[in-house]
């Protein structure tokens, strides 16, 4: 099994371009989840979903848009990119039930200019 | 809504030597706590997690760490370090009633020194 891959690895963006990350895992769970990292501020919780055709909101889901139209798909949308976007980005799944670990992807370095 | 705070951003510790890393949250409703590690330009992978039982935790690679409700601490601890050990360490803390969302801490980025 893969677990949880991310496409692409790094992208350098300009301002105001758009680009979609690309989320996959292959564990057959429910759960999956957008995160960013920035330094000295952990992840913090982008958007998320609970199944297919299903998202929410997280902590700073502001600049970003989702879609989950597959069960093993979670895709990241950046419509109008801003510096403030630059962060490595880290997907994550897990199964249904309290508890359940997390497993993530090895992130995306995205850079915006 | 819930908080986590690692209290050290960065530990220094030779080789061998024991190391602990602080981690305190605040939350009002019981949570299921988390610690997952980070090596160079990879993702994180789960080290030990407390869902409930002994306060005592054993986790991969000699990690273990020790819930304290009164205190609202969940610090991870190992004896004896390794220059592998090098990587940064989240807590983590998910209400047990709200779904499956995490709150991370900051991080604590463990360098170890031969």
């Known amino acids: 099994n893969a677990g949880v891959t991310q496409t692409p690895k790094f992208r350098v963006l300009k301002t105001g371009q758009s680009m979609t990350l690309l989320c996959a895992q292959d564990m057959n769970h429910e759960y999956m989840y957008w995160y960013r990292q920035d330094p000295g501020m952990g992840l913090r919780l982008i958007h998320y979903?609970?199944?297919?055709?299903?998202?929410a909101k997280g902590e700073v889901p502001d600049g970003y848009n989702v879609s989950r139209l597959k069960k093993q798909n979670f895709l990241l949308g950046l419509e109008s990119a801003a510096p403030s976007q630059t962060s490595v980005y880290f997907c994550?799944?897990?199964?249904f039930g309290s508890g359940r670990q997390q497993y993530f992807g090895p992130g995306t370095r995205l850079t915006v200019t | 809504a819930q908080s986590v705070t690692q209290l050290d951003s960065q530990v220094p510790v030779f080789e061998e030597a024991p190391v602990e890393l602080r981690c305190n949250y605040s939350?009002?409703?019981?949570?299921?706590l988390f610690w997952y590690v980070q090596y160079p330009n990879q993702g994180l992978q789960l080290l030990l997690k407390?869902?409930?039982?002994?306060?005592l935790v054993k986790g991969i690679n000699g990690f273990e760490a020790e819930f304290n409700k009164s205190q609202t601490s969940f610090h991870l601890r190992k004896p004896s370090v390794h220059i592998s050990d090098t990587a940064e360490y989240f807590c983590?803390?998910?209400?047990?009633?709200?779904?499956?969302?995490?709150?991370f801490g900051g991080g604590t980025r463990v360098l170890v020194k031969p």
């Open positions: 983590a803390v998910k209400i047990k009633a709200a779904g499956n969302k995490l709150t």
């Open positions: 407390y869902l409930s039982g002994s306060t």
């Open positions: 994550a799944s897990s199964s």
């Open positions: 939350s009002s409703v019981s949570v299921y």
């Open positions: 979903s609970v199944g297919e055709g299903t998202t």
